[in-house]
C-alpha cells in the first residue's frame, strides 16, 4: 500500500472509531447521568446503529436492570444479553420487522 493510501486507512479508521457507539457513547452517558438511572429502564430502538448502541449501553450499565427491544437492519445485529435485537429488512418492512 503507498504511503497516501495508508494515510487515508488511517483516516478512515479513525473516522469510524469515532463514530463507533462503542467508543462514543459511553462518555456521554456518564455525562448525562452522572449517576446510573435507578429501577428499571427500558430501551427501544429502531435503525442501523441501534444494536451497536443498545450494545454499548449494556456494556456501559452491567448492574443496571434493562430490558427492551431494537429492531435492526438484516447484517446490523448486534451481541446484546439483555436487550433483545431483531434484524428485519429495510426500507420496506418485512415478516421480521412487522412481528417486531
Do not use: N
Amino acid at each position: 500500500m503507498s504511503e497516501t493510501g495508508a494515510f487515508l486507512r488511517d483516516v478512515f479508521e479513525h473516522a469510524l472509531k469515532a463514530v463507533d457507539p462503542l467508543h462514543c457513547l459511553p462518555p456521554a452517558l456518564r455525562k448525562a447521568f452522572p449517576t446510573p438511572p435507578s429501577g428499571r429502564v427500558i430501551v427501544i430502538g429502531a435503525g442501523k446503529g441501534a444494536a451497536r448502541m443498545a450494545r454499548a449501553l449494556e456494556e456501559t450499565w452491567p448492574g443496571l436492570p434493562l430490558e427492551g427491544l431494537v429492531v435492526t437492519r438484516y447484517g446490523h445485529g448486534d451481541d446484546c444479553k439483555r436487550i433483545e435485537v431483531v434484524e428485519a429488512a429495510h426500507p420496506v418492512p418485512d415478516a421480521a420487522g412487522q412481528r417486531a
